[in-house]
């Protein structure tokens, strides 16, 4: 799960809406491959039925707001990133009354997640591979 929870944050920093972007990409990148422990590259209804099937929707959100803190602390750093990232946070549950977070909150909060989630993902994707990617 943790080589399939890298390849989906990788999609998700590119942005790429489907799959079949993500197959194209690791084709072309090897060294990629290897760092993310591929011996062979998944095709894309491998990867759609993981996302979709085995990925509960937690797990989903939790890539997104990874994928999404990655691109922010990066940008913020003056590190050119592979897509813009939204700067807004998306809520489950828009009946909760709670308002909009402001972008500072955005980004306390966004420390927090990169802390907890930096063990899981910047050992294959650390800041000095960005012009790899």
Request: proline residues 5%; contains cysteine; hydrophobic residues 35%.
């Amino acid at each position: 799960m943790d080589t399939l929870f890298r390849v989906f944050v990788l999609k998700k920093l590119h942005g790429w809406e489907h799959e079949t972007a993500l197959v194209d990409y690791l084709e072309n990148r090897p060294e990629i491959c290897e760092q993310l422990g591929f011996e062979t590259i998944p095709d894309q209804s491998t990867l759609w039925r993981s996302w979709h099937e085995r990925f509960s929707v937690d797990s989903r959100e939790t890539v997104e707001t990874a994928a999404r803190t990655i691109l922010i602390k990066a940008q913020n750093a003056g590190v050119s990133v592979p897509s813009e990232p939204e700067r807004k946070l998306r809520h489950r549950d828009d009946e909760s009354g709670e308002s909009e977070p402001d972008d500072q909150t955005v980004l306390e909060q966004a420390e927090k997640i990169t802390d907890h989630v930096s063990h899981v993902v910047f050992p294959a994707f650390s800041l000095d591979l960005w012009g790899r990617l």
